[in-house]
């Protein structure tokens, strides 16, 4: 089995530990278990791990959040993966910061990366793991917000949440979306 891991972020040094680019953290943190290394190539920087008898590609876009779709529908081609095996990290400002949330499919909530994969494949039948931000900012200051590095309190959280998106992938590769829904949401 091959599943597609996309995790969302922006490319480049002032962007690397914003709440922007927490899908790039998580598949850091994922890749770095196995001792491998993200190499760039077209639109995107990639690695694979393998994991219980599953071979699972690592994609961080290279094109930047508002044009995740073009890297995401190119690696479902070059890897020949369908839709249902392919899971979305992104940052979502609506639910309070460490909260994880895995869902089947629904709706961009707003985020562009969401909204240009959505474009891009015609549907929003994917999957996705939501890894809470906070959304405490003033009205209109999302794109700063969003483009922010992390507080002080919240770095002391960071990676015991980000192990915590590391085991929902895994799930997710092994045990399915169902169950991982049921036994890691909200946790």
Not at 39 to 44: D, F, P, S, V
């Amino acid at each position: 089995m091959k599943y597609l891991i996309i995790g969302l972020g922006n490319v480049g040094e002032q962007y690397k530990n914003t709440r922007h680019n927490i899908g790039f953290k998580v598949l850091d943190k994922l890749a770095g278990l196995s001792n491998t290394f993200f190499l760039t190539e077209k639109y995107a920087d990639v690695t694979d791990v393998k994991f219980k008898g599953r071979k699972l590609f690592l994609v961080k876009p290279t094109t930047f959040m508002n044009l995740s779709g073009k890297s995401v529908n190119y690696w479902m081609q070059k890897t020949k993966i369908n839709q249902e095996n392919i899971l979305v990290i992104t940052d979502d400002i609506s639910l309070p910061f460490g909260v994880l949330r895995m869902r089947k499919k629904g709706s961009d909530g707003g985020h562009n990366g969401l909204k240009d994969i959505q474009n891009i494949l015609g549907n929003s039948a994917y999957a996705r793991l939501r890894f809470g931000v906070g959304g405490n900012f003033p009205v209109g200051s999302q794109a700063d917000y969003v483009l922010s590095n992390f507080t002080d309190e919240e770095c002391l959280r960071i990676d015991e949440r980000i192990d915590m998106a590391v085991k929902m992938i895994q799930s997710f590769t092994t045990i399915g979306i169902s169950r991982t829904m049921s036994d890691y949401n909200g946790k």
